[in-house]
């Protein structure tokens, strides 16, 4: 069964998705896809499979129908997730931890693992991909930003574990992304990342 398939019986071992949080420009999806090679998980990236079954960007998301149907979207996923028999490496949006009905759906079944990133790093990323950020969009995005982060940062802050991303190379992050998650309780055994 795919990770996205529909729901099966619960699998006989316990299991955990790793969920990663973080602003935008943390390196959710870039180190996400990395962390689940490593880990030998499926990878989902939230915004793609919204964008793929919509038939839509996210930025057209928030523009046509509002912010709370996009996070209505991530919260109907997360329970998709949550109801799956495969242990998957999960990239959500930047505002999934504050969407208390998708963390109440996956929370049960996941570790989750906030990437930590400072304003002006996480601006400087967002602008090297071509910016294109929905909550940006309009505004002065440094002081978006920052208030994202004063506003999530309680939500980010429940999470199981932090790792530091600034001033690391990808395969940095996801050592330790995969270290992490390998120590916290009840984790399946992975594979080494010697080979990042």
């Given at each position: 069964?795919?990770a ?38 499926p ?22 129908y ?16 949550a ?11 930047g505002?999934?931890?504050a ?21 002006d ?7 090297a ?19 994202l982060?004063?506003a999530r ?16 190379t ?8 995969v ?8 984790s ?9």
């Amino acid at each position: 069964m795919t990770a996205l398939g529909a729901a099966g019986a619960a699998p006989s071992a316990p299991w955990r998705h790793v969920v990663l949080v973080g602003l935008p420009g943390a390196g959710k999806s870039t180190v996400g896809a990395a962390v689940a090679e490593a880990m030998q998980r499926p990878f989902v990236d939230f915004d793609a499979v919204i964008e793929r079954e919509a038939g839509r960007r996210v930025s057209e998301l928030f523009a046509e129908y509002g912010e709370a149907h996009f996070r209505a979207l991530e919260a109907t996923l997360s329970e998709r997730l949550a109801a799956a028999g495969e242990a998957c490496v999960l990239a959500p949006g930047g505002g999934w931890a504050a969407n208390a009905s998708a963390v109440a759906a996956l929370r049960p079944r996941s570790w989750v693992v906030w990437l930590t990133v400072g304003v002006d790093e996480a601006l400087r990323r967002i602008r090297a991909q071509g910016g294109g950020r929905p909550l940006l969009a309009g505004v002065d995005p440094e002081a978006a930003l920052a208030t994202l982060l004063a506003a999530r940062q309680p939500q980010y802050a429940a999470a199981d574990a932090q790792v530091g991303t600034e001033g690391l190379t990808v395969a940095e992050v996801v050592r330790r992304v995969v270290l992490v998650a390998s120590q916290l309780p009840g984790s399946l055994a992975i594979r080494p990342v010697s080979d990042f």
